[in-house]
C-alpha cells in the first residue's frame, strides 16, 4: 500500500487582481516517493499549484497537507518554504563567486564537518559533478550550475523536490543528460519529485503520474501511458500528442466505428497502405524528423497526420489508403 506524503482537498487560489486566474477546486493525492508530473498550457495555473504544496503561497479556501499535516502559508512561518521541501528554482540561487564544493557545503550545518565533506561528495559523485567540485559557479556552463542546483537542493535530504520547468534553460543534450538525473534521483534516493512542465514529453518520459491542468482547473490524471492512450479531453490529447479529430463517418473509411461523433486519432495509429484500389488520401506535405517522417494527407479538404518510419518511402502528390 503506497503511503500519501501531499493530499490536497477542495483548494482555490485566485489572484485578487483577476478572479479568473488562479486555480480552483483542485482535489489530489500525491505518493511517497512517486515521480510526478504537473503538465498544462501556459497559464493553466501549475506555478500556482506548485507553491501552494511548498506553501509560499497561501489557498484563499481547502486545506493541503504533508504527511498528514498542514501546510503552513507565507503568513504562518518566518522563513517561506516547508522545511522538508526544496524547490529548485529557474534563477539557480547559486553563489556565483564561491567554488562549487562550498556552494553545495553551504546547505550544511558546522556540527559535524568531516560529515558535510563526505556527503557533499557523494552528492556530487552522483549527479556526476566530482570534477568541478573546486571551481567558481562563474566557470561553469548553464548546464553545469543547473546539477550544482540540484545537488545543494537535496543535499539537505528533503523528502519532497519541486521542480517549475527545470528543463526551459536547456538544449536537447543537456536536457537528456538532466532526465536521467532526475530518474535516478527518483529511483535511487526514492526522493518524492514534483515537477512543472509546459512540455508533455518531459512528464510522459518521467513521471509515475501526471496531472493535466487547465483553466486552473484539474481535469484529469493518471499514468503517462494511461492518459496518452485513453484521455477524457480533446484539450489532453492534443497537449499530449499530435493527435487529430475526424468526424465519425470520416473516420468509417479508416475501418474505425465509433458512437461518438468524433473520432480522436493519434498519427502513429495510422497505418498507410499503397493498395491498388481506392487510394483515397494524397500526400501533401512531408516532414522530415531524422528517425521518421511526419505526413500530412488530405481527402476531401480533410487533413490527417500519419508517422511513416522508414523515411523516403512515399513522395508528394502519391496517393495511399
Ligand atoms: P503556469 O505556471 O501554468 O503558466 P501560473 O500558475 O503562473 O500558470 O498562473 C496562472 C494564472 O494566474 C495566470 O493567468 C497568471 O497570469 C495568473 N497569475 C500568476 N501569478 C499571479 C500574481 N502574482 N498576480 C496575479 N495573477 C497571477
Ligand atoms: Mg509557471
Known amino acids: 500500500m503506497s503511503e500519501t506524503i501531499i493530499s490536497i482537498k477542495n483548494v482555490s487560489k485566485h489572484y485578487s ?16 516517493g512517486d515521480f ?3 503538465v498544462g498550457e501556459s497559464g493553466s495555473g501549475k506555478s500556482t499549484l506548485l507553491k501552494l504544496i511548498y506553501g509560499t503561497l497561501a489557498p484563499n479556501s481547502g486545506e493541503l497537507t504533508f504527511n498528514g499535516e498542514h501546510i503552513p502559508g507565507p503568513h504562518e512561518k518566518l522563513i517561506p518554504g516547508h522545511d522538508s521541501m526544496k524547490m529548485l528554482s529557474q534563477d539557480f540561487n547559486l553563489n556565483l563567486y564561491a567554488r562549487v564544493y ?4 553551504s546547505m550544511l550545518s558546522n556540527e559535524n564537518v568531516q560529515e558535510k565533506k563526505q556527503k557533499s561528495l557523494e552528492i556530487m559523485e ?4 566530482g570534477p568541478l567540485a573546486d571551481k567558481r559557479i562563474v566557470e561553469l ?5 543547473q546539477r550544482v542546483a540540484l545537488a545543494k537542493a537535496i543535499i539537505t535530504e528533503p523528502e519532497v523536490l519541486l521542480l517549475d520547468e527545470p528543463f526551459s534553460q536547456l538544449d536537447a543534450v543537456l536536457k537528456t543528460q538532466f532526465r536521467a538525473d ?9 526522493i518524492t519529485i514534483i515537477m512543472v512542465s509546459h512540455d508533455p514529453v518531459d512528464g510522459l518520459t518521467l513521471a509515475d503520474k501526471m496531472f493535466i491542468l487547465k483553466d486552473g482547473m484539474l481535469i484529469e490524471s493518471g499514468e503517462p501511458a494511461e492518459v496518452y492512450n485513453r484521455p477524457s479531453h480533446i484539450y489532453t490529447a492534443r497537449l499530449l500528442g499530435n493527435a487529430f479529430f475526424l468526424p465519425s463517418d470520416e473516420a ?6 465509433s458512437k461518438s461523433s468524433t473520432v480522436m486519432i493519434y498519427p502513429e495509429w495510422v497505418q498507410l497502405r499503397n493498395s491498388w484500389t481506392s487510394k483515397q488520401y494524397e500526400i501533401e506535405e ?7 517522417e511526419d505526413l500530412l494527407l488530405e481527402r476531401k479538404g480533410i487533413e490527417i497526420h500519419a508517422v511513416n518510419t522508414r523515411p523516403g518511402m512515399y513522395k508528394r502528390g502519391q496517393k495511399v489508403q
Do not use: C, H, P, W
Open 36 to 38: 510526478v508530473a504537473i
Open 126 to 129: 552522483l549527479l556526476g559533478i
Open 102 to 105: 562550498e556552494n553545495i557545503e
Open 252 to 257: 468509417k473509411l479508416m475501418g474505425i466505428r
Open 182 to 190: 532526475l530518474r535516478r534521483l527518483s529511483n535511487d534516493l526514492g
Open 141 to 145: 556552463s548553464g548546464g553545469e550550475q
Open 286 to 292: 512531408i516532414f522530415f524528423r531524422g528517425f521518421y
Open 17 to 32: 487582481a483577476d478572479l479568473n486566474a488562479g486555480v480552483s477546486d483542485i482535489n489530489l493525492t500525491i505518493n511517497k
